[in-house]
């Protein structure tokens, strides 16, 4: 019988270092299962018997047979060196006893096992001697296979052109012999070395040929490996869409036939894609799947390269530590498998991460390290990225001579491998390092450059940063009709990213973080050029295009009407509201302030930023001196930030100043001037504009935040008077201008609903994690009395303790009219601690309501709303008002599209009206401040904004209430005051 040629599909590894992308093709050709016939060497003529040399014979082709499956578990477990060894003793044999074509695949894979430690030229030398057998013995299959692993060993090399003759070669000849599965592979490698190339409409079209061959002979783990490969070069073109896609379709089938390694390699690579998106928690969650799945299996190079992954994500999340943590792990396996490419990657990593905590001299130890190794191997590219981020941190010490040198070097050998991926990246490293020497013209002549490769590779992520750093030298030198043209150009260019993510909203979340900053610049352009109505739009162009686009599909409007507001849209908003709009904008240094009166004359304000301390700690500063905490049953009360407790304030700073010098090392006496940051953030936020905001206490002001002001009580902020800013206006908030659009359509869609008010307070709470132990979330037995109180005004029944289920909620909340929530609200990772189900875009803001397992966990998650109420129109919710009466109902994770939290997700629901918070609220304050509120509304007749005002008030003054902000100001109205 003929000899079986057994070819293991390996896994498409993309292994990611910070600054460098490295692509990584494993294949393995197995040595042969049976012999047709056993010769004997001419060595061995003359010493044994015919019958003997027959036992001999086949006593050593069973040994080879033991080595062979003994290698192959070395192989499944990554143990390389181990399975080198094996196949050196099975070359021996097949040597001794003559058996041409044993040695011939022998060699192949004695030749492959240096491959995979990384020693490529030595492999180079074992498959050729293997081919050279091939030849001689006419053995075309043979020669087919030596072939096809010569191109992935050169294309793991860099030398991407011969790695495509060697492909081809190989597809003849199994075209010939009409081998369809060796044919196939050898379309996967072509498809490998295009994709290096960046020719990725080849790419795509050689893998898509070998996915279809796949198909036909039935052979799913081959499909998922070139699925996967072909998610690869999507991967490359920034199409995360179709990458997500694919890589899914290659779990669901590793999963069906039970390839545990090539699973972990594929949520490895799922990983990847929510990584280029930004979405970096949803990437920790799949490399550490990955991880478990490896280990678990003993795939030591799968958990080595999901570490090295893991590390790159908590390096974006700029937890460098915690990323060195993964990347000396990844190191460690690698150096315990003798595997230089995974030490030069680890070792590149945690050079860049030491350069992050701006430790350079570190930095350059560790890429001087991984350099030779990289140079061992012929790793070009990894060489080249080691090189420029060498120079990077010359850079950072003020090197810039050995920055530039460094980074010719990089492009040098890009140039040389013809990689134009690394070439725009290291031209890009030159522009910035020649940038600093002064000498503009080099910066923006590389930077032209990257723009060209990426056009040249269709490559629009790319692209759009590259002219996004052309733009900001033009703006620095003052060139700013080119700066402006360049960033209206980006902008497109994002827009068009955007529109390829199709309804996929939350990738539209992730992808919009590396997109902000062009909207922040094109701003910082207008402004320079006495533009402020068109930098008013770019404002509001750069906010909630995500869910903007989400509400507008749901109300089934046009794309036409979704786009972002024209000055004259932005106008006819503030009319429509009859409010004064406040739209802020954090650019560079500076805050802008448009103010939109309701006649719609609009003006525009900017000053500096604080130079002592940034917006955020300022504001962090602010949320600390109100004192919030937790919403419990003990409310201690701390006069001392309010304006009734400067009297015990000023008498706590005599006593302070008194004997701060008596105690050692004391600490300088504290500034009165600056003790009050919410007098600092009046000062910076409402002095500039305080002449253009209405006089009528009556009449409403909508504040539009940006960035850390989404966490700002606008509310609490005190004038030089001591008044707070709600003693002196009315006050909503909102996400975006174009957003009050929307929350006015949704108001007209539901303001006849009729539906039953939904009322909750104090479950019977779910546990959450508590150390190693579960434990129930503390009960609010003020929070029970609210609901009550809150029941009997609007005329119903409020559920609480047990009735007050999750299920029952979610049945509850489709058709209510009103939905008010008084419960424990938590953020996403307080504490470590995480919710299942409960995370919406990287950050969640759960509801706790009462578990009732199994189908329900207690907590109703931001993500959970998404899913179920914002499908379609129908799938909205109807309700009028939503308040959530809990804690941090109104945060979640800032990101470039705005809060991603609750209020969005009630925003994305339908809903026209929100109350939410800032802080956890103390219980029994909230149950007085929300049934002033309810009151007001349905006693009163008071619109929305108006109700809270005149509840904030009476915790005010009333002799019952709480001057204190932290009782009453961490609540606010979103959207529509009627």
Known sequence: MKLKHVLWLGLLTICLSPGVLLVVARFLSL???????????????GTLAPSDAIVQVDSNQTEADKLFKHELSHVGRGEFPEALQSYEQALMIYKQIGNREGEANSLGNVGLAYNHLGEYKTAIDYHQNSLVIAQEIADRLGKANSLNTSGSIKNAMGYYKTAIDYYQQSLDIFREIGNREGEANSLKGL???????????????????????????????????????????????????????????????????????????????????????????????????????????????????????????YYHLEDYKKAIDYYQQYLAIARENQDRRGKANSLASLGNAYYHLGDYEKAIDYHQQSIPIARTITDLMGEAASVTNLGNAYYELGDYSRAIDYHQQSLAIAREIRNRKGRYRFVGNLGLAYYDLEDYKKPIDYHQQSIAIARVIGHLLVEAKSQNNLSAIFLENNQLERAQSKLFYTIKIWEDIRKILSSKEDWKVSSFEQQARSYRLLQQVLVAQGKPRQALEISERGRNRALIDLLGAQLSETPQKTKAPTVKDIQEIAQQQQATLVQYSIVDDQIYSWVIAPTGEITFRSHDLPQDTTLAKLVKFSREEIGVRGRSNHNPSSPQNTKHGNRLQQLYQLLMNSIVNLLPHAPSPLNPNNSNRLQELYQLLITPIVDLLPTNPSDRIIFIPHQELFLVPFAALLDDQGNYLIENHTILTAPSIQSLSFTRKNWHRVQDSTGTPLIVGNPTMPKINVGLEQEPLDPLPYAETEALTIAQLLNTKALIGPLATEAT??????????????????????????????????????????????????????????????????????????????????????????????????????????????????????????????????????????????????????????????????????????
């Open 31 to 45: 040595p042969a299962l049976a012999q047709e016939q056993n010769t004997v060497s001419p060595e061995q003529e």
């Open 191 to 313: 498809g490998l070395a295009y994709g290096n190339l960046e020719e990725y409409k080849k790419a795509i079209d050689y893998h898509q040929q070998s996915i279809a061959i796949a198909r036909e002979i039935g052979n799913r783990e081959a499909e998922a490996n070139f699925l996967n490969n072909l998610g690869g070069a999507y991967y490359h073109l920034g199409e995360y869409k179709q990458v997500i896609d694919y890589q899914e379709q290659s779990i669901a089938i590793a999963r069906e036939i039970g390839n545990h390694e090539a699973e972990a390699g594929y949520l490895n690579n799922l990983g990847l894609a929510y990584y280029e998106l930004g979405d970096y928690k949803k990437a920790i969650d799949y490399h550490q799947q990955s991880i478990a799945i490896a280990r678990e299996n003993q795939y030591l190079i799968g958990e080595a390269n999901s570490l090295g992954n893991l590390g790159n994500a």
């Open 809 to 978: 909620i979610v049945e509850k909340m489709a058709n209510a009219s009103v939905i008010h929530l008084a419960t424990h609200g938590l953020l996403d990772d307080v504490n470590g601690i995480g919710y299942p189900g409960a995370i919406a875009f990287g950050a969640a803001s759960p509801i706790a309501l009462a578990p009732e397992e199994p189908d329900h966990d207690g907590f109703l998650s931001s993500r959970e709303i998404l899913n179920r109420y914002t499908e379609s129109e129908k799938s909205l919710l109807n309700a009028k008002l939503v308040v959530l009466s809990a804690c941090d109902t109104g945060r979640g994770e800032i990101k470039g599209e705005g809060v991603i939290g609750l209020s969005r997700s009630l925003i994305a629901a339908g809903v026209p009206s929100l109350v939410v918070s800032l802080w956890k609220v103390p219980d029994d304050d909230t149950a007085k401040l929300m049934t002033e509120f309810y009151r007001n509304i349905y006693t009163n007749k008071f619109d929305k904004a108006k109700a809270m005002r005149e509840a904030m008030l009476s915790m005010l003054n009333d002799g019952d209430g709480n001057p204190d902000p932290k009782a009453w100001a961490a609540f606010t109205v979103i959207g529509e005051a009627r």
